[in-house]
Each structure stands twice: as C-alpha cells, then as structure tokens.
C-alpha cells in the first residue's frame, strides 16, 4: 500500500523535473522573449503609464494545474514587464538609475542551476571563496587594508542596516545610553540610514543635522562644532554617515575632513557611497572620492554603479572584528560547518544563513568583460552630465550646481507664473512622452528636476533626445501662456 502510494506520489511529483526536451521548449521560449526585448529596448519607452496596472495578474490565480510558457510569458509581458518604468532603457534617468547587463542574468542562471550552498564555506568552499574575492578586490579599491571585509547584500538598504547595527555595536551602544548618544547626518542623507536606524533600534538617539553648504554638503566646521558642544553637554557623540554621491543632487561631503573629525572625537565613521562608490574606477572619480577608506563602514551598490540588475549591494568594514561581533552566532546543529574555516562564511559576517549565490552575477560579467568598459562607461556618465549641465542652460534652464557627479539639478524659471507648478507640468508631460524618463526633487522648497545618468545604455543619443523633448515642450508651455 505504502509503496504503491509512494510510486503514485512520486509519479505526480517528477512534474517538477522536466526532461530535456520540455527543459530546451521552455528555455527557447524564456530566450526568444528576453531576445526580443534586448533586440528592441533602444526604441522602447522608458515609461509606460497604463490604467489596468498589471490588474490582469489576479485574473490568473495559483492553482493545482499550471499552464504553458506561452500563456505565462504572455501574462508577464502584458502585467509586468510593460508598465511603468522600464528600468533596462537608456532613458531611464530619474532617481539612480541601474541597468541589467547582460552577463549578470546568465551568472543567475548558472547559481540557481546549480544552487551551490554560499552561506557557509564548509558547503560550498568555491562559491565563499569566489564571494570573498569580490569582497576583497572592492575592499583593495577603496583603499582598505588587510584586516577589512564585508558583505554582498541584496540592496544598499541592507548594506545600510549592516553597518549601522556593526557601528551600533562596534561603540557599544547598550540601550541604557540610546538616550544620551548622538549620531550626526545630514538633511541630504539617504532615508534608508534613517530606515536602519530605526531597525537597529537606535530610534530614540539623538539625531542631529549638520548643516549643509551652497552645493548641498557637508559643513565639516558645523560637524565639529555639534559634536564639541554635544560633548560638553555630557552627551555620547558615536556617529557620523557621510555620503559619497547624495541622490538628490550627486554631491560628496568632505569625506577626508569628517574622517579627522571623526577620528579626533572617536566617532563610528560610515559613508554612504551606493550611488557614487564606483566612480573610484574613474580618475576624476578617485580624486573627488579621496577620503573613502577613512570610514570605518561604507556601502556600495553593484547594481547602481557596476550596471547590475537588481538584488546586489555591499558593505564594507575596515575591521572585519566588529563585522563578527555583531553577526557571528552558532548553532549545535551546524557543528560541523564551522569547524576548520579557511575562509570567513557570509553566515557569520551577515544577518542571512542560507542566501542566494548572488556574487556569481557580479563575478561573470567582470571576468567575461574585463574592468575597462565598466570604467569606460563611468566616465562616460560624468561627461554626459557635465555636457546635459551645459547644454540645458543654452534652452534657458537654470542649473546652478556644476555636476560633482552623475546628477544634473534643474529647472525652467518662466516669465511669469509660479515656477513650480511649471516645472512639475513639464515633468509630467516629460513622462507622459515616454521616450526619456526623468524624476525631481525639492531643493530649498523649489521643485526642481534631475537629470541622474547612471544607465549603461544611456549615450549622448539620450541625451539629445532628453534635450529636444525639454526644448520643445517648454516651446509649447509657454505658447500656451502665451510668454
Ligand atoms: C540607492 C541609494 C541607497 C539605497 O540603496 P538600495 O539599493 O536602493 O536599497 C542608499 N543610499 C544612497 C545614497 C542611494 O543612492
């Protein structure tokens, strides 16, 4: 009976292992799709606004019979892959953008084919080992030493929560001197910090916020200032987030002079560097970013600056002790996967155990294309934003910031009528247009576009096509007012 029902189960069950030839009908199919894709993605919109939403994908519930790859890769192309933003174009230039080269996608096939264990070194000695050399080769760029380390996180957000649970512990943060202890930022400071603050359960330290200069920076002198007077008021300064590329306006904070500041008062030094982190592959980009290796934490986001696609960011710790401190813990169950290391495991150095193999995504695309396009391509992005910032002004636009990075901030000030609305006017048929996607911000309560190229297929090509959508609507903008 048993044996006869275990024959039937695994008869129903070997569904799950296709043969060779539904394995090559349905991969032809996920192929054809992605091909048609890449082969058209120059002329497809950047933003698709649509009613439905994808609404459709409720009409399609999981149920106990599944369905063809047709059907799916219809259901997906119709409800997912079409509206909204289409972050795998060129003209994606709002927020930080990223991209999804190409053989990023074929190491995620290979480490979901495989699925090697790359939690534990124990397990998978290979796939540790090659997540480790990612690690070190970005610790060596910033210009960390020896003792240093990290991990690869699925965001920068995670990346952010990592470090500030490490500094968290790292100055011994007990809940009784939450109260008293003081961590500085500034008003340009990602909101994930704040997120991570908040997780780490230092929500009732003080926050301070350092004052910023004309350019949206840092002001070294206030920072000190804060922290002297915080010092004598017998509070418990531990904390500075300095960021290497803001996503409002791209700007670096003075990083090498909050590092002697914070080297001087004993301050937690972290630097937030997700978006502007890989510009160091650029000469412009080492010199702006001198002062990284000061921090005692940062983070930075392959899938911002190495033109990912989603799901990876990393952080980094000068002293991979504090890393342990705060995330290394073990399980009588998993006695023998510690044993012997000759490599540091992610599962001791993260809040994760069993995790993706993420770093195969990050080494194939590196070792198949060689460093050079990747520096290539940076550069290019900081030319382009120094080329928009000089060309947007020849329409009229005002950009008072030069480009300290990737990020251009503009806006159309009209002859008469209220600026505002008439920035967010030209924002909205921007988008509607389809073509070039941008975003904005407020900067001093004036609505205020971006210009952020991050995108590895965004080219000069983009940019002239950004240039004449905002020429010829402001033409038509101001028609209508008759201006
Ligand atoms: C994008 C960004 C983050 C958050 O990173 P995610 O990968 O989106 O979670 C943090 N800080 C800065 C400066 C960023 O630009």
Redesign the pocket.
Known sequence: MLREKLLELEKSASLLEPDAESRSDARARVIEYSEDFLDNVASLKAYVVSDDKGLNLFNSPISEQGIDIDEAISLIKQNVDTPGLNPASGGHLAY?PGGGIYYAALGDYLADIFNRYAGVFYASPGAVRLENMLIRWMCDTVGYGPQSHGNLTT????A?MIAIVVARDGKNIKSADIPRSVIYLSKQT?H??HKAINVAGLAECVVRHVALDDKYKMRADDLAAQIEADKAAGLNPFLVVA?A???DVGAIDPLVEIGEIAAAHGLWYHI?A???GFFILTDEGRDKLRGLNLADSL?I?P??GLFLPYGL?VVLVKNVGHLKRAFSFQASYMQDAFAAPDELSPAELSPELTKHFRGLRLWLPLKLHGLAPFRACLEEKLLLAKYFHAEVQKLGFESKIEPELSVVTYKYVPRNGDANEFNKKLLEAVVADGRIFISSTMLDGEFTLRFACLAFRTHLKTVDTLLEVLRSNVADACEKARM
């Open positions: 930080i965001s920068g957000s995670l952010n990602h994930s910090i960021s590329g803001t996503t937030d997700a978006y502007g983070i986001d899938h911002k960011g």
